[in-house]
């Protein structure tokens, strides 16, 4: 299938990038100049702005209640290259997954790069699920977390800190599912690693020579891509981890690490789904969302948690 009309209109008139090195703040203002007005995102029971407090120091989050009866539990980590994305930028996001699945939806705002160095940004997101899993619980149930891009990767890395903190005797409530959303699993850019390196190098929004300089300011704080905190797809044992879910784009570069992720998974014996979407390109989930086939995400995770998804 080819690129959907509507996303290929709305790459053909992005300006080219400037020139010289990425600036993280204009690049911010300029993610949060785009954000849609309150009035006109979906609107839930209630949404309130919170404070995860941990060890490490305090994590802004903001909690989605879709209905006054909501149970069971969704942590979200926002993507952007560990460097851009908040918890404005992908409210729309989360405010879809709350409104879909049913759960309560907690969003992390969890540190970024360059102000602060790896591991801060895995370090609050994992704090950011031992607090919402003790303040509002899962009550046995459903206890999930999901991420997109970046945000994915911080799943997978949660995901594997979870587990082996339960089984080295930690206290963590017990993570039932993963989702994750065309997910940044391996942090080495050899451009020969993966087939989809090389047949979406351009042209699709995220152009392979921009992986190296995007995730320049988190490699440079000390993230290291050997380690699977940092590429989780370098972790040799995934057994005993949370079911998954992977959708992945055609026509992204990151499409094959995700699609292999969830080939090792399914083969370490974890119940694993992976879709991929053929008309979409990295990013579609934020960027996308207003197209129907692409809002098909969120509906497509709430069966996932609900125990209805077909493998």
Same mark, same amino acid.
């Given at each position: 299938?080819?690129?959907h009309?509507e996303?290929a209109?709305v790459?053909?008139?992005l300006p080219?990038?400037?020139? !010289?090195?990425?600036d993280?703040?204009?690049?911010r203002?300029?993610?949060?100049?785009?954000?849609?007005?309150?009035d006109?995102?979906?609107?839930?029971h209630a949404?309130? =702005?919170a404070?995860?407090?941990a060890?490490?120091?305090d994590?802004?989050?903001r909690?989605?209640?879709p209905?006054?009866?909501?149970? !069971?539990?969704?942590v979200?980590?926002?993507g952007g290259a560990?460097f851009l994305?908040?918890l404005e930028t992908?409210?729309?996001?989360?405010?879809?997954?709350?409104?879909?699945t049913?759960?309560v939806?907690?969003s992390v705002g969890?540190r970024r790069a360059?102000?602060?160095?790896?591991?801060?940004g895995?370090?609050d997101?994992?704090?950011?699920?031992r607090?919402a899993a003790?303040?509002?619980?899962?009550g046995g149930?459903?206890?999930a977390?999901?991420?997109d891009?970046?945000g994915?990767?911080f799943?997978a890395?949660?995901?594997a800190?979870a587990h082996?903190?339960?089984?080295?005797?930690?206290?963590s =409530?017990r993570?039932t599912h993963?989702?994750m959303f065309?997910?940044?699993?391996d942090l080495d850019?050899?451009?020969d690693?993966?087939?989809?390196?090389r047949?979406?190098?351009?042209?699709?929004g995220?152009?392979?020579?921009?992986l190296?300089?995007?995730?320049?300011?988190y490699?440079?704080?000390?993230?290291d891509?050997?380690?699977?905190?940092?590429?989780?797809i370098?972790?040799? =044992?995934?057994?005993?981890l949370?079911q998954a879910l992977?959708?992945t784009?055609?026509?992204?570069?990151?499409r =094959?690490?995700?699609?292999?992720?969830?080939?090792?998974?399914s083969d370490?014996?974890v119940e694993t789904?992976?879709?991929?979407?053929?008309?979409?390109?990295? !990013?579609?989930?934020?960027?996308?969302s207003w197209?129907?086939?692409?809002y098909?995400a969120?509906?497509?995770?709430a069966?996932f948690?609900a125990?209805r998804?077909?493998?």
């Amino acid at each position: 299938m080819t690129l959907h009309p509507e996303i290929a209109e709305v790459l053909a008139s992005l300006p080219e990038p400037p020139p !010289g090195p990425l600036d993280p703040v204009a690049m911010r203002a300029g993610e949060e100049a785009q954000v849609a007005p309150l009035d006109e995102r979906v609107g839930l029971h209630a949404v309130e =702005d919170a404070t995860a407090h941990a060890e490490t120091g305090d994590v802004p989050v903001r909690v989605y209640t879709p209905s006054p009866d909501a149970s !069971g539990l969704l942590v979200y980590f926002h993507g952007g290259a560990f460097f851009l994305g908040s918890l404005e930028t992908h409210d729309h996001v989360a405010r879809a997954l709350a409104k879909e699945t049913g759960l309560v939806v907690v969003s992390v705002g969890y540190r970024r790069a360059p102000e602060s160095a790896f591991p801060a940004g895995l370090q609050d997101c994992y704090a950011a699920v031992r607090w919402a899993a003790e303040r509002y619980g899962s009550g046995g149930g459903t206890l999930a977390i999901a991420g997109d891009s970046s945000g994915a990767g911080f799943v997978a890395a949660v995901a594997a800190m979870a587990h082996d903190d339960a089984v080295t005797g930690g206290h963590s =409530d017990r993570i039932t599912h993963q989702i994750m959303f065309y997910p940044s699993l391996d942090l080495d850019f050899d451009i020969d690693r993966y087939p989809s390196m090389r047949e979406n190098a351009e042209g699709y929004g995220l152009e392979t020579a921009g992986l190296a300089p995007f995730n320049a300011f988190y490699l440079d704080s000390g993230a290291d891509p050997a380690d699977p905190r940092v590429s989780p797809i370098k972790r040799e =044992d995934l057994t005993g981890l949370p079911q998954a879910l992977i959708i992945t784009a055609q026509y992204d570069p990151m499409r =094959d690490e995700g699609e292999r992720y969830g080939a090792r998974l399914s083969d370490a014996g974890v119940e694993t789904t992976v879709r991929r979407y053929s008309f979409a390109n990295h !990013g579609f989930v934020q960027n996308f969302s207003w197209i129907p086939e692409c809002y098909q995400a969120f509906v497509e995770t709430a069966e996932f948690l609900a125990g209805r998804h077909a493998r």
